[in-house]
């Protein structure tokens, strides 16, 4: 794994990007603002299956309306994120806060899956109630958590002083 980081670290086109100016802020910006899109729109939908909120409007309405947008923000997330990454791998191989961030929105995916692939398969039956069922409830809850993380992981991977002392022992940067 190190040395492909190092392998991205030293094509010219990662060092164009690292050595850029304008680049950087640029897509920061971009993954700052195309987040807010998706993870906004997800936690409507969330809440939405928690019951907090839209109660009146059936579930199954909403995918349609919310689902492009939230798509299209997270496709720019991934894009602009890729390419922060790419702009400096090295910067981030040694950041606790980069790996845990990653790792949660495995979980954040697989929670999405199971919901998708499991739970919404008997939508029709709670569709139009306010009774959310429990499992919907739960995947609501855990999704809310787990990109609430990823927000928090992401903004803390600027501080490579504020690792977690157990992390730094384990020198994986050396
Ligand atoms: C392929 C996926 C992603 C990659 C590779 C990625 C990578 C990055 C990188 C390299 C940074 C810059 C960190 C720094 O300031 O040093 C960053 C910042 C950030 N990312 Fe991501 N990211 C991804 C997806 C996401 C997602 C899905 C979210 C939230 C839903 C997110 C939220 C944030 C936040 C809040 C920041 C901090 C912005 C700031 O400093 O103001 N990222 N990300």
Known sequence: MRSAFEWVDALPSSIALRESLNAYPTLLTTHVVSMCLFAGLI???DMR???LTLRKVPVSNIPTRLFPWALTGYGINLITGGLLLYSQPMRYYDNFYFWAKMALMAVAGFNMLWFHYATYKSVQAWDQGREIPMSARLAGVVS???W???VVTGRMMAYAGLMPEWWNNLNIGA
Do not use: K, P
């Open 49 to 51: 299956l928690v019951g």
């Open 148 to 150: 609430a993380g990823v």
């Open 43 to 45: 936690a409507f939908w």
């Open 144 to 146: 809310l958590a787990l």
